[in-house]
């Protein structure tokens, strides 16, 4: 295909001249940039996001790619999103993200992109962007950092952060000790250690065909990441004339296959919302039903934490997703196409080197289910649950309902000794979706209450809109939508109404007549939006639904086949 930059460099006018002289302001001699591909990176480099402070280096890496190749590397910078620091929560960020990256791509003389991003929100806001410009583009992660080691065990950073967090309310560890965790959890860039979301959309992305393979698992300080970031460079050469672009890549039986792979690494319920959003970029049909079904068929392979025991560097030494996808085969497409200009068929190679850490179909970890979507008259349009992280004997439960209004309503009460709540109570927090949170905080792992934890009460069943992190665990029911705050029914939960979740028949409800909710709903008008200006007003007149993903609604549509990226 003809070089989009073509339209900025190749004028023999006053335009081109001006378009040419600002790129050579950068020391480039006419050779360098004539007629060669210009492949850009965008970087999520920042120092307020400690999982992609190595991205730097990775760049340089990207860039040895794109010049032995023959094409032009030009890095750029991208709004970054660092998952423990922004507040109220980095997904808040995640469409804001995406448009920066769209819009960079869109508005610049870009032939391809590699796109550099690992926390959480950067990849699918990379992947959003790119899909939505539909330049070629490739995703190299950050890789996952080296793990902590505290009392002698390697750490998942959030997975063993929150099981210490419950051993210091229950009296079992010190504040001393507390504070020498604290030191040692953090040992360096790169991504969390664990299958939060950061390794899951990493893993999910090579499923998608949106990198190249075994690049989703690779450590952040080995050699291998930084082969693997010159290698994506060279191949963005290749993709800026001949493609594949992302809306070739990104089609249902990718999303299917990316589906798979997430029900078999047991990964994080935020992949969900990210590859509904990303599928709604590119018009690929994808709703919640297909996680459950897919689920329902794919039993947990990868034995990893929070669902497992080990860490994501082990999965990678266990072969990584290539190996993974040898033991998937019989339930993929491998025929989809990845940004490799191949199939995703020529990217599996077995065998497992580690039988610990990847299993076979045969002999699995876990059941077909980690992930499943219940329904009924507390979420008619679905609510996800993480049954690989959840407890057994809480998969059909019926219990009393302990409804917290807020967050700040939960911190106020949730330690209170005159709560009146039992190990049979179902906690519901409320007002913390996409427009209540807003950015639907991953507060859904509501804490236990501790006069329970100290009698021993390690799960509950937890309902609310929120989402929870990729590194939780527990009985814990998300994404509830629509939400409390557009008028859902949880908003209609008092204290005490018996609320019943039945996982084998995906239902989850509230036993009171239907009249009796819809009365307290119109009682109940949702409270008044937080935000009258800026960007918190956008996004909340403007975000969907957790079942569709969370992106704006003027930026879901369909890709036609027409190509804006190349309006004059
Ligand atoms: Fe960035 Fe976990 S905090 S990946
Ligand atoms: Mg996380």
Known sequence: MPLRSAAWLSGDDLPGFLHRASLRATGLSPAALNGRPVVGIANSWSELVHCNLHLRG???????????AGGLPVEFPTISLGE???????MMYRNLMAMDVEESIRAYPLDAVVLLGGCDK?????????????????????????????????????????????????????????????????????????????STMATVTEALGMSLANAAAVPAGDARRYAAAEAAGARAVALATSGPRPV???TRPAFLNAATVLAAIGGSTNAIVHLLALARRVGAALTLDDFDAVAARTPLLVNVRPSGEHLFEDFYHAGGVPALLHELKPLLDTTALTVSGRSLGNQVV???NDRTVIASLDDPFGPPGALAVVRGNLAPRGAVIKTSAASPHLMRHRGPAVVFDSITDLADRIDSPDLAVTADSVLVLRNVGPVGGPGMPEWGQLPIPTK???AGITDMVRISDARMSGTAYGTTVLHVAPEAAVGGPLAAVRDGDMIELDLPARSLRLDLP???????????????????????????EHVLQADDGCDFDFLTRTVDGTDETDLP
Not at 84 to 90: I, Y
């Open 58 to 68: 990775l760049a340089d890496a990207v860039r040895r790619g794109v010049l032995q």
């Open 84 to 90: 423990n620091l922004m507040k109220p929560t980095a």
């Open 122 to 198: 950067t990849v699918p806001a990379q992947l959003m962007g790119a899909a939505s410009a539909n330049v070629p583009a490739i995703m190299v992660t950050g890789g996952p950092a080296v793990p902590a080691v505290f009392r002698g065990r390697r750490l998942g950073v959030g997975t063993d952060l929150w099981r210490y967090a419950d051993q210091l309310r229950r009296g079992e560890m010190s504040r001393s000790e507390f504070a020498d965790l604290e030191q040692a959890s953090m040992p360096g860039a790169g991504h969390c250690t664990e299958m939060g979301t950061a």
């Open 248 to 250: 070739q890549v990104l």
């Open 350 to 352: 077995g065998p497992v």
């Open 452 to 454: 329970l934890l100290r």
């Open 514 to 540: 239907e009249p009796e909710i819809d009365r307290r709903l119109q009682h109940n008008p949702p409270p008044p939006r937080p935000y009258r200006r800026g960007w918190g007003h956008l996004y909340t």
